[in-house]
């Protein structure tokens, strides 16, 4: 329980250190778009939004209220607009202060009419660059996926596998697993997995692996989502093949045969949108 709470405060702080973060770019665009920096009526919208998920999960309202004080009373300093503490002053504080200090606006305020492109016009590749940045790289999530219990993520591995490998499970494709056991090694989020074949269901155990496939979390999500082929990640030793060779390659060439309509849609976007994100993000991190 500790280590779950434990990842839990990691994440709050991650979060936080994020939302700060993408503050101090929204603060910049209000400046070249020649808007005042502190924006209460947004305030009272991002509370409102917090307040109602709070009430939706059964949170008291007085800790959203209080998270989110905090949240937007960061974000304000980070933005140069409040240089004490906010939360000092009691939880309202953030929105009914009085707004002293909106730093100048850019000397080239852009041409009239584009005072709300924030919110319409597409990102220029750097500003999508400069976004993806700000995602926290996947080693830096690994303490909390490690505060799940190894059932826990063996679980969830389990319900992934049987979802995307439903078909060929089925059609008895994967037969060659019966019994044979196949490892997953996730290196920046040093995760390891073993799974096996057991009449006729994929399962998750902690046995010695047959055979091993090591990459890191984008490479292996390029993997399953098919956005970057087996040969490539192989060849470029992205993914690494270690133990009985026989058996992975049987894995993987089967895995590379599979019908790809096969595996259900809303999973096939999933695979494919986090699998885009991550790689976007490590190269706009390189
Ligand atoms: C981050 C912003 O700047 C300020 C901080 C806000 C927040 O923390 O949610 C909201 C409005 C602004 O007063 C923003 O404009 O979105």
Redesign the pocket.
């Known amino acids: 329980m500790r280590l779950a709470i434990g990842g839990i405060d990691h994440a709050l702080v991650l979060l936080l250190g994020a939302?700060a973060r993408?503050?101090v770019r929204?603060?910049r665009c209000?400046a070249r778009a020649g808007r005042p920096?502190?924006?209460?009526e947004?305030?009272v919208r991002?509370r409102r939004r917090v307040d109602a998920l709070a009430h939706r999960i059964g949170l008291p309202a007085s800790t959203a209220e209080a998270l989110v004080t905090l949240?937007?009373a960061d974000?304000?300093r980070a933005?140069g607009?409040d240089r004490e503490p906010a939360i000092a002053a009691g939880p309202t504080a953030a929105t009914v202060q009085p707004i002293a200090a909106v730093p100048p606006v850019a000397a080239h305020a852009p041409p009239t009419g584009s005072r709300h492109a924030m919110h319409s016009t597409p990102l220029p590749p750097q500003a999508t660059n400069t976004l993806l940045r700000l995602v926290p790289p996947p080693r830096r999530w690994a303490p909390l996926l490690r505060a799940l219990s190894p059932r826990l993520q063996q679980r969830l591995l389990e319900r992934a596998m049987a979802a995307v490998l439903a078909a060929p499970v089925a059609d008895g494709s994967l037969a060659f697993m019966e019994g044979r056991r196949l490892g997953i090694d996730v290196t920046d989020l040093d995760l390891h997995w073993v799974v096996e074949l057991r009449d006729g269901r994929l399962q998750a155990g902690d046995a010695a692996p047959e055979a091993s496939v090591r990459g890191t979390a984008t490479d292996l999500l390029l993997l399953a989502s098919r956005l970057e082929d087996a040969d490539t990640l192989f060849f470029q030793r992205r993914l690494v093949l270690t133990g009985d060779v026989e058996l992975g390659l049987t894995a993987r060439n089967t895995l590379d045969r599979l019908p790809w309509e096969s595996v259900p849609l809303a999973l096939r976007i999933g695979l494919n949108r986090g699998a885009r994100l991550a790689r976007a993000a490590r190269s706009a991190r390189a």
Do not use: Y
Request: hydrophobic share 55%; charged share 30%; aromatic share 6%.
């Open positions: 939302r993408f503050a929204a603060g209000k920096l502190a924006d209460p947004r305030e991002v949240a937007i974000a304000r933005q607009l």
